[in-house]
């Protein structure tokens, strides 16, 4: 019986219950999965009592190669089959000498993660819920602390880093917060002018750009741009400083790492936001005012007129105060986020996707409470 | 002269008046020289005279900016993919940090070469992987995360997975960097007996001294104002016997023979 596979040849040969496997050619990586199923059949077609494996016509033998020869032979003497090689050459032995076959028998020292029931993962997930949120609580009584010892001795306060991020956040964050509040503007106006046309009622388009943009829209629309831009920037940027060793390397100089790194982060939000709401309502209200004088035929001294009495101070306060909060919010939890992470640059990932969606999800619930809040101040 | 320079030992590595550049800064000059079958080829110097940068050119991540590199044949210095290809397929690199892919398990990094380049049954595929880790003292670790490795154990993953496909020739960049002495001195017996039972030519960049003279059979050194090799040879004889002062005092770890 012969095998020509590639770049091998097997005979085998069976006299006697004696099996000679004669291997030639290139026993490696590449012709290992045609010579183990040949080797398969072999074992389930005969039965032999002796077993010689002839090696002088081989070539080339590689790790692979070897670790297939001496797999066979552990299976003959497995099974109580005398076993030997022939004319094996000196490099062949080099190379199983170097197998250590019971490396292939150990288990392994963990196993790949069991398979858990459904009550075992609905509490896995309760108690990861609840540990993040004494993370949080924990960080923000840390954030609150270090923010009033800046309060106090405003000279420790890293300016220079205040206004590099200030520059990031705001500057920086201007022309895409800008060109989506004009977006948003247009479409509320042309959306509100359809409806309002049919009773008449077109010139209310301008208060209704002005209202919504400056007590609702202007604050939650900035708050989820910066989230999206500056929240993510924050987070990967700790993140990276963590698996680096860096903040540890800070906590041994005696820095508090809250206070180096958080602190500018957040001040300069607190700062920048509430400016990018004022703008973001400014370009909001030309949006509506494009759409009202191209396609309303209101008059621009009209719109102005009607969207200045939309609102009032109390109204543009608030909303500033709201953007500070968000501000505050979201650049806390990126920086708690980034504080978090432990292991490798998939958890710096899993760190800026969690900053983002986290304070997108506490613009929304604050903005919920200030609603509340508001409207029994007012 | 070692016993693998002999007349009939072709070199698998043959770099010619190799000159690397970044901008107008000159890193290495007109640098030449040849490494044998189944030899320890190790590069040495001090920090910044350009021992990884002559091992990035070599394992084709650099293209160097003049002069030649042909590896078993193939001149990597020419923009030919295919041959690229088939000089990638026969090397092997172990980064500096063991540069795992920290998302996956140690089998899964073992088994990246494999399965990137041919079409394997799992069952095939997990039993390399466990000879492979075994080669390196790793065995039962398939399913660890690189995080939970120490250094030592990193760069000895780093190492089997090198070694996935059987590569003709390792390259090592500073591969005992980080580790302490007794971890450091394991691996180079790993080292030495790859090379010996697999004829595995090996090319380490290098400043550890200790291991320097346990596994090298030639040296080069590179200087930062020669730009280029300052000697070569026997670390023994070199230690010994050179005249150099840059020479002596690296070897002999003293700042001797740099005193004018």
């Known amino acids: 019986m012969k095998d020509q596979s590639g770049d091998y040849t097997l005979n085998i040969e069976e006299r006697n219950r004696l099996v000679t496997l004669s291997f030639s050619g290139r026993i490696d990586l590449e012709t290992m999965e045609s010579v183990n199923s040949r080797l398969d059949a072999f074992w389930e077609s005969s039965h032999p009592a002796e077993i010689a494996a002839d090696l002088s016509g081989v070539k080339y033998m590689d790790s692979a190669g070897a670790m297939l020869l001496l797999q066979l032979e552990e299976k003959a003497k497995d099974i109580g089959i005398s076993f030997q090689f022939l004319h094996e050459k000196e490099e062949f032995k080099g190379i199983m000498n170097l197998l250590d076959m019971e490396a292939l028998h150990i288990p392994p020292l963990i196993s790949e993660g069991d398979q858990k029931g459904f009550f075992e993962l609905l509490g896995e997930a309760a108690q990861r819920g609840y540990d993040d949120f004494i993370r949080v609580m924990t960080f923000i009584g840390e954030l609150l602390t270090a923010m009033m010892h800046s309060l106090r001795h405003p000279l420790a306060v890293r300016w220079a880093a205040v206004f590099f991020y200030m520059k990031r956040v705001g500057v920086d964050g201007l022309p895409i917060v800008s060109l989506i509040s004009l977006l948003v503007g247009v479409i509320i106006a042309f959306m509100s002018s359809l409806q309002l046309k049919q009773f008449g009622a077109t010139t209310y388009v301008a208060a209704l750009v002005g209202f919504a943009m400056v007590r609702e829209l202007g604050p939650l629309m900035t708050a989820i741009i910066v989230a999206g831009r500056s929240g993510s920037a924050f987070s990967a940027e700790i993140g990276s400083m963590m698996i680096n060793e860096e903040v540890d390397a800070l906590t041994t100089m005696g820095f508090d790492p809250v206070r180096f790194l958080a602190i500018p982060k957040v001040l300069a939000s607190i700062l920048v936001v509430p400016l990018l709401t004022i703008y973001s309502a400014f370009f909001g209200i030309v949006g509506g005012l494009m759409v009202g004088v191209l396609g309303l035929d209101l008059t621009v001294h009209s719109f102005i007129k009607q969207t200045m009495e939309s609102f009032k101070v109390f109204d543009v306060v608030s909303s500033l105060i709201k953007a500070a909060v968000f501000a505050m919010l979201i650049s806390g939890i990126a920086c708690q986020r980034g504080f978090q992470v432990r292991g490798g640059a998939e958890a710096v990932g899993a760190a800026t996707t969690s900053a983002v969606v986290a304070g997108i999800f506490l613009i929304v619930l604050a903005n919920s409470a200030f609603a509340i809040i508001l409207y029994y101040i007012h | ?260």
């Open chain 2, 1 to 260: 002269m070692n016993h693998l320079q002999k007349a009939d030992n072709q070199p698998v590595i043959v770099v010619e008046n190799l000159t690397m550049k970044f901008g107008d800064d000159i890193i290495l000059q007109d640098v030449s020289f040849e490494v044998f079958q189944g030899e320890i080829f190790v590069i040495v110097g001090v920090s910044g005279c350009g021992k990884s940068t002559l091992l990035k050119n070599m394992i084709g991540l650099y293209k160097p900016t003049a002069g030649r590199i042909m590896i078993e044949g193939i001149d990597i210095t020419a923009d030919d993919e295919v041959a690229l290809n088939r000089f990638r397929r026969a090397i092997g690199v172990l980064f500096q940090a063991g540069a795992l892919i920290g998302s996956m398990s140690l089998a899964d990094n073992v088994a990246l070469p494999l399965m990137g380049r041919r079409s394997m049954s799992p069952d095939t595929v997990d039993r390399i992987v466990k000879m492979k880790l075994g080669m390196v003292n790793l065995a039962g670790y398939e399913n660890h995360l690189p995080l939970e490795l120490s250094g030592g154990m990193k760069k000895r993953a780093g190492l089997a997975r090198a070694m996935a496909m059987d590569p003709t020739i390792l390259f090592f960049d500073e591969p005992n960097t980080g580790l302490d002495p007794v971890t450091s001195a394991e691996l180079d017996v790993t080292v030495k007996a790859i090379n010996r039972g697999m004829g595995t030519t090996m090319v380490i960049v290098s400043h550890d001294l200790a291991s320097i003279m346990s596994v090298a059979h030639r040296v080069i050194m590179l200087d930062k104002s020669q730009k280029g090799i300052i000697a070569e040879g026997d670390p023994l004889d070199l230690k010994e016997n050179s005249k150099d002062p840059k020479v002596v005092s690296f070897f002999n770890r003293s700042l001797e023979g740099l005193k004018t």
